[in-house]
């Protein structure tokens, strides 16, 4: 029988992590890996939970965007936490920081990141980090960190995202496989979310990692409704994650979850 190479199976004879994906939910196709480990949470799943998908018919990114996760190709996959309400502003940092460390190590590019998550290798984004919550009153109940990241897309064959988009085969010029990469992916993100506990240097290092910063950018607020945009320069980030931008008649605008293009 086919064992797919991202089956629980598979994952966990690799994995070497504490507590991230102890439990894992493997589906050969689902709409998105966001419901169902946010149905999950919801059943009280323990933290760690990941469940991880081979094809998603309704991936979703970050401001209503669809996401595509093509079958056998991509890694899809959304990993239950139950973070305190003060460290769950540094999700974002987190999560992006365990993707592009997991990238690194196993294929040894190097990947960036755009305020506040994508991760770019060359300038192009070769995965994408949703953060989805629940709350019970005011303490957080759980928050569902979904990771996509194009491991063998040949972007050729989807010319409508290959002038932005890039994946792990077409920059290494060879097939990477999946389950190293989740392996990398889990322990970096279980190393950083576990170091929050302590003093730690996560802050700085995602935003020392930030290709943003210092740049021209555009900032794009309601794009699912049509949009206004501004420009200004990315000045620097606060620890709750937001991007201070200067505008160019001087002012410094917080902005906390728009979407920010590079204009240079
Ligand atoms: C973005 O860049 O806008 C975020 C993309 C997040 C995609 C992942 S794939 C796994 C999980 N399931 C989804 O439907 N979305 C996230």
Do not use: H
Request: net charge negative.
């Amino acid at each position: 029988m086919f064992e797919s190479d991202l089956s629980a199976e598979v994952i966990s004879k690799g994995l070497g992590t504490e507590f991230i994906g102890k439990n894992i939910i493997y589906l050969p196709v689902c709409g998105s890996t966001m419901d169902i480990a946010r149905d999950e949470a919801k059943r009280d799943a323990p933290e760690g939970t990941v469940v991880i998908a081979d094809e998603q018919t309704q991936g979703r990114g970050r401001i209503k965007r669809a996401w595509l996760t093509p079958k056998g190709s991509s890694i899809a996959m959304s990993v239950i936490l139950r973070p305190d309400i003060t460290t769950l502003s540094s999700l974002i940092m987190v999560a992006s920081l365990g993707v592009a460390g997991g990238i690194r190590q196993l294929t040894g590019l190097s990947p960036q990141i755009k305020w506040p998550n994508d991760v770019l290798i060359k300038g192009k984004k070769v995965s994408g980090i949703l953060i989805e919550n629940g709350f019970r009153g005011s303490a957080v109940d759980y928050a569902v960190i979904g990771i996509g990241v194009n491991v063998n897309l040949e972007l050729s064959c989807f010319p409508e995202i290959s002038g932005i988009a890039t994946s792990l085969s077409d920059e290494t010029g060879k097939a990477v496989s999946r389950s190293g990469v989740v392996w990398g992916i889990l322990a970096e993100m279980e190393k950083r979310y576990l170091s929050l506990e302590g003093e730690n240097t996560v802050f700085e290092d995602w935003r020392d990692n930030l290709i943003t910063l210092g740049r021209k950018v555009r900032v794009t607020s309601g794009v699912s409704s049509g949009g206004t945009a501004q420009d200004g320069v990315a000045e620097s980030v606060e620890r709750d994650g937001s991007l201070l931008l200067r505008r160019p008649d001087g002012s410094l605008e917080r902005i906390i979850a728009e979407d920010v293009t590079l204009r240079e």
